[in-house]
C-alpha cells in the first residue's frame, strides 16, 4: 500500500484520518461529547444602505470537547500538515478564552500541543503523540479541582440542560452565564447577577438554570419575580413551557401552594397595605430559589417595598438578571447581590452578531439649539399669557409646546419611512402622553394614505389608553403588519421584545443611562426572516451624545464614598427609583401650546457603527481615508493587489471587515461608481469613473472584437450586469442564471458551448476585469 502524503491533505483530511481517530482511541464520545467546525458566533452585521446587510466571517472552532453536553472543557484547532503542530495554539486561545475553556489544543495530525489554563501541570504547554490525547476523565477532574467542585457537588454542576429534541442548544455565552452559575450555586454562592444586554435571551438563560436546578433537587420550589406584565406573560408561554403543570402564575392575589414553579408580578403580591402583602402567605422558607427579572428596577431599591420580598425569603437562592447593572446614590445591584458572575454586553453581542448594529441620524431642530423666547404679552392657544423667558430644548413639550416643531419631527421620521420602508416597525419615544398624543395626530395627517388603508397605521401605546395597550401584541408579532408607527413615553421602553422594530425615534431628553440602554435595547434584536439585521436611531434631542458616555458598555461603578445601608455619604447626581410608567403629569402644571412659530432643520448627519464599537462621529471621507491607507499605504499598493487578485471581491470584503462602509460611502460620493474608483477618489485623489463609463470602454476594446457574436453578446450583458449592479456579478457563475442569460442557454450551455469550457469562461472574465481596471491589457 502506497504511503499517505501528509503534505498533500487538506485541513479536513487531517482531522478526519489523524486527529477524530485519536479523539475517539482516547475515550471520547463522538456523538455526545465532540463537535467538529462549531460555530461560535454569527458574525458581526455589516451596516449598509443596501437591502440585506453582509456578516462578517463567524468565529468558529474546529473541534469543542465537552464532557457532557453544554458543559465545554476543550477546544481544538486544526491546521494542515505543512503548518507546525502549534501553529493554531494563539488562535485556539483566543476561541478558549470566548467559550470560557480551560484546556486549549492545537495540531497538524503528526501530534497535539497541549496547553494547560489550569496552573495544574509542571509546564503549561507540551507536546503529546496522537495516541496520549488526554481522556474525558483525566480532563474533567482537573477541571473540577479548577472549580473547586467535588464528589457531592457534581450532581448539580453535572445536571442536564433541557432538551426539547429540536437540536436548539444554547449560545456560547448562555452557556458560560447558565454553568457559572450552577458552579456558583454548588460551592454554595447564595446572591448572584447576571449581567447580558437585551435581547440576548436572559430568559431562556434562567429557564435552563431552574430547569437544572429543579430536575437535580436542589430547588424544589422557584419563584421568577417580574415587574411587567408582558414579561411575565412571554415567560410563562415561551421559554418556561416546558415546566407545565407545575408551573402558575399568581394572579388575583390567590395563592395556591400546590405548584413547584410560580411566575408573578411583584405589584401582584405586595402592596402598601400589610394585607396586601400576600407573599407571606407563603412560609420564609417556601421557596428554594427566588429569580429575579429586570433587577436594575424597583427591586434593587434599599428601601423599596419589593426589596422586602427578598428580605422574607432570605434563606432562598437569589439570582439578579439585568441588561442594566444599576449604580447610583440610592440604588446598587452590587451591593445586594455581589460582582456579577458574567456579564454579556450589547458591544460584545453586536461583535458577535448576535445582536442588531445601529446607524444615527441626528438632526438638530433651530430652537432646540438656540432656544424661544416670545415677544413681550405674547399668549398661547389658548389665550394663556406666556412667561417671559427663554425657553429651550428641555422645555418642549413639557412646559411648551411648539405644535410647528411635532409637524416636523413627524415629518421628518414619515419622509425616511416613505423612503426606506413604509411598513418599517418604528417606535417614538416622546416626552410625556400628551406629546404622545399630538405626535401620533401630526403622523397621521403626514401619512394619510397609509391611514386611509388602516387606522392602525399609527397608534398611541402609553399607560392610560387601554386601546393603545391592546395593540401591544400587535406591534411586536412580527408577521402582524399593523400598527406600524407606535408613540409612547414610558411604556414601550423595557419588556417589549419587538423583533422587527426596524426604526428607533427619540424626541424626548433622556436624563438617565439605564433608560437610555432599555429605549435602544428595544432594536436590538435580529429576526432574519423579517429582514431585520440593524436598526436606525433618529435623534432630534441629542440623547444619542449618550453613546460616547464610557458607562454605556462599561462595567457598573459605584460611589466609594456612598454607603448603600445609610444612604449617606457620595458625591450625589444618582437617580431616584425608577417612576412608574407614564405618571400622570400634575393637573395644574402650566403647559403653553403656540402654533404660529415656525421651526427648521438646521443640521442633519447619519452616524454608523464602527467596528470597533463607537459611532463614526468624523466625516465619512475621512474615516475611510484612514482605514484604507492602514492596509494600502500608497496607491501603487492597493493598485498591486487590486490586479494581482483573482477575486475582487475579497479585497472589497476584507476593507469591509476594517470598517470600510461601501454603501453609505457611494450614498455620498455616487453610487454609480464601483468600490475600486470610491478607494481611489477618497483615498488618493484620483479622478471619478463610473462602472457604465469603465464598461463602455471595454465594448470598444480592440480585444473584445476577438469574440464570436454569442460570446459577444453574453459578455456584453455581464458588462451590463456588472454597470448596473457591481464586480460581483463578473465573478458568480450563478449570475448566468437570470435574466437576459437563460435566452442564451443553461449556464452549462453557455460555459461550454459559446466558451468551450468552464475554463476558458473564467479565464475570459479575468480579463475582461483586467480591461476593466487596466486599459493597457486589453
Known amino acids: 500500500m502506497t504511503a499517505i502524503d501528509k503534505k498533500s491533505l487538506s485541513e479536513r483530511d487531517i482531522c478526519s484520518k489523524y486527529i477524530t481517530p485519536a479523539i475517539e482511541r482516547a475515550g471520547w464520545h463522538l456523538l455526545t461529547q465532540v463537535r467538529e467546525e462549531v460555530n461560535i458566533t454569527k458574525g458581526r452585521v455589516i451596516v449598509t444602505t443596501g437591502t440585506k446587510p453582509k456578516r462578517a466571517e463567524p468565529r468558529f472552532a474546529d473541534y469543542i470537547l465537552y464532557y457532557k453536553p453544554n458543559i465545554p472543557v476543550a477546544v481544538i484547532e486544526a491546521k494542515d500538515n505543512n503548518h507546525s503542530v502549534g501553529a493554531g495554539m494563539q488562535q485556539a486561545l483566543g476561541y478558549a478564552e470566548l467559550i470560557d475553556v ?75 452565564a447558565i454553568n457559572r452559575t450552577m458552579e456558583a450555586i454548588a460551592k454554595g454562592q447564595r446572591r448572584i447577577l447576571l449581567v447580558m444586554a437585551t435581547g440576548t435571551g436572559k430568559t431562556y438563560t434562567a429557564f435552563q438554570i431552574i430547569w437544572r436546578l429543579w430536575k437535580a433537587g436542589s430547588a424544589k420550589r422557584i419563584l421568577f419575580l417580574a415587574d411587567r406584565n408582558i414579561l411575565v406573560d412571554q415567560t410563562k408561554t415561551n421559554d418556561f413551557k416546558p415546566f407545565g403543570k407545575a408551573m402558575t402564575k399568581i394572579t388575583n392575589r390567590k395563592i395556591d401552594k400546590s405548584y413547584e414553579i410560580y411566575l408573578s408580578l411583584y405589584q401582584a403580591i405586595t402592596g402598601t397595605e400589610d394585607i396586601q402583602n400576600i407573599y407571606k402567605e407563603f412560609s420564609p422558607d417556601f421557596f428554594d430559589l ?21 428580605t422574607y425569603f432570605n434563606s432562598a437562592i437569589h439570582i439578579g438578571l439585568t441588561a442594566t447593572p444599576k449604580e447610583t446614590e440610592y440604588v446598587s ?129 402609553t399607560g392610560d389608553s ?44 433622556i436624563e438617565s443611562m439605564i433608560e437610555f440602554k432599555q429605549i435602544i435595547g428595544r432594536g436590538t434584536r435580529i429576526n432574519e426572516e423579517y429582514n431585520k439585521y440593524f436598526f436606525t436611531i433618529i435623534d432630534f434631542r441629542k440623547a444619542t451624545e449618550r453613546f460616547a458616555d464610557p458607562e454605556f458598555d462599561g462595567d457598573p461603578i459605584q460611589d466609594p464614598d456612598f454607603d448603600p445601608r445609610t444612604g449617606s455619604g457620595g458625591t450625589g447626581g444618582g437617580e431616584p ?78 476593507l469591509q471587515q476594517h470598517g470600510v462602509l461601501f454603501d453609505a460611502l457611494a450614498e455620498e460620493v455616487g453610487r454609480d461608481l ?52 457591481g464586480v460581483e456579478n463578473l465573478e458568480s457563475i450563478d449570475v448566468l442564471k437570470v435574466d437576459p442569460f437563460p435566452s442564451f442557454g443553461t449556464p452549462i450551455e453557455i460555459v461550454k458551448g459559446i466558451f468551450g469550457s468552464k475554463s476558458n469562461y473564467l479565464a475570459t472574465l479575468h480579463r475582461i476585469e483586467q480591461c476593466l481596471y487596466n486599459p493597457a491589457s486589453c
Not at 154 to 172: H, L, M, N
Not at 475 to 496: C, E, N
Request: glycine letters at 4%; proline letters at 5%.
Open 290 to 310: 427566588v429569580v429575579i427579572d429586570e433587577c436594575h428596577r424597583g427591586s434593587a431599591a434599599e428601601d423599596a417595598a419589593w426589596r422586602d420580598i427578598l
Open 674 to 725: 464601483d468600490p475600486f474608483d470610491l478607494i481611489c477618489h477618497v483615498a488618493y485623489g484620483q479622478p471619478k469613473m463610473t462602472r457604465r463609463q469603465r464598461a463602455d470602454r471595454v465594448k470598444k476594446a480592440k480585444y473584445f472584437a476577438e469574440f464570436g457574436d454569442q460570446a459577444r453578446a453574453v459578455l456584453i450583458s455581464l458588462l451590463d450586469k456588472y454597470a448596473d449592479e
Open 333 to 461: 445591584n452590587t451591593n445586594y447581590f455581589g460582582e456579577p458572575i458574567y456579564t454579556y454586553s450589547l458591544k460584545q453581542g453586536i461583535e458577535d452578531g448576535f445582536l442588531a448594529p445601529y446607524r444615527v441620524i441626528r438632526i438638530d431642530l433651530d430652537k432646540d439649539l438656540a432656544g424661544w423666547r416670545p415677544e413681550k404679552g405674547k399668549r398661547d392657544l389658548y389665550g394663556q399669557e406666556i412667561e417671559d423667558r427663554i425657553y429651550y430644548q428641555k422645555d418642549f413639550d413639557n412646559n411648551l409646546v411648539l405644535t410647528k416643531r411635532t409637524e416636523l419631527v413627524a415629518k421628518k421620521v414619515s419622509d425616511y419611512l416613505k423612503k426606506t420602508d413604509p411598513y418599517d416597525k418604528t417606535i417614538i419615544f416622546c416626552e410625556n402622553i400628551d406629546h404622545a398624543e399630538r405626535m401620533r395626530q401630526s403622523l397621521v395627517n403626514e401619512n394619510s394614505q397609509e391611514v386611509l388603508k388602516s387606522e392602525r397605521y399609527v397608534v398611541r401605546i
Open 102 to 176: 480551560p484546556f486549549v489544543f492545537s495540531s497538524n495530525g503528526d501530534a497535539f500541543l497541549f496547553h494547560d489554563k489550569t496552573g495544574q501541570s509542571s509546564v503549561i504547554e507540551q507536546e503529546l503523540s496522537l495516541d496520549a490525547f488526554p481522556s474525558p476523565e483525566v480532563l474533567w477532574n482537573s477541571y473540577c479541582v479548577l472549580k473547586g467542585i467535588n464528589s457531592e457537588t457534581s450532581k448539580i454542576v453535572t445536571q442536564d440542560y433541557f432538551d426539547d429534541g429540536s437540536g436548539k442548544t444554547p449560545r456560547y455565552y448562555q452557556i458560560i
Open 466 to 509: 387601554p386601546e393603545g395597550k391592546a395593540e401591544l401584541d400587535n406591534f411586536i408579532m412580527p408577521d402582524s403588519r399593523y400598527p406600524v408607527i407606535a408613540t409612547t413615553s414610558k411604556l414601550m421602553s423595557t419588556g417589549v421584545d419587538a423583533q422587527t422594530c426596524k426604526v428607533i425615534v427619540l424626541d424626548k431628553s
Open 577 to 654: 427609583p425608577h417612576p412608574p410608567p407614564d405618571p400622570p403629569e400634575p393637573s395644574n402644571s402650566r403647559k403653553y401650546v403656540v402654533k404660529d412659530v415656525e421651526v427648521s432643520v438646521v443640521a442633519e448627519r447619519v452616524q454608523y457603527y464602527g467596528p470597533d464599537g463607537r459611532l463614526i462621529t468624523e466625516s465619512l471621507k475621512d474615516y475611510t481615508r484612514k482605514n484604507v491607507i492602514k492596509s494600502y499605504a500608497t496607491l501603487d499598493d492597493f493598485l498591486t493587489q487590486w490586479t494581482a487578485s483573482e477575486r475582487k471581491t475579497a479585497i472589497i470584503e476584507e
